[in-house]
């Protein structure tokens, strides 16, 4: 295991650029989460004060949550921020839990994977039959497509983990490690 690996100061140039993103698209998530809650707000106070509100607000609402939540996954994967239930490896060895730690980011990075792959072919599928929603006639594909670059890069970075790439900020102890 290399310094970068065991201090947590520094990464591999690999695990830098894609901190670096997940720091993006966790940003860009935040950026679209504070626009449904704008949004959600000024429907309310239109409700509210003038009868108005947004109409299909809770369609807006529904898109721009799963696109939030997606583009949140990376970072949490890369902060290692998913529950871990560590009952069965309190006694574990560190090279015990470190393989079963690598294991699980390539268990998570199949899943984030096939789920990225469905989700484009999803998002073909809609694209091409016209869907549209309800009240708005927004196009469903859009929320699709703009869910699937947080669901692969978080693959991506659960992959990357799995190989035992080095990120910045990531430490033994931080891992879980001791």
Sequence with gaps: MNSASTDGLAGSTLGVALFGLTVVLAYCGGIVLAGVGAMSAVSIAGRSFWSSPILGDYELVEIGIAVAGSLFLPYCQVTRGHIVVDFFTLKASPSVIRWLDRFGSLLMAVALLVVAWRTVVGCVDILRSGETS?????????????????????????????????????????????
């Design 134 to 178: 309800m009240l708005m006639g927004v196009p469903i594909w859009i929320g699709y497509a703009a869910a699937v670059p947080g669901v692969c890069i978080a693959g991506v970075v659960a992959l990357a983990q799995a190989a035992g790439v080095a990120f910045p900020g990531a430490s033994v102890e931080s891992a879980g490690y001791e």
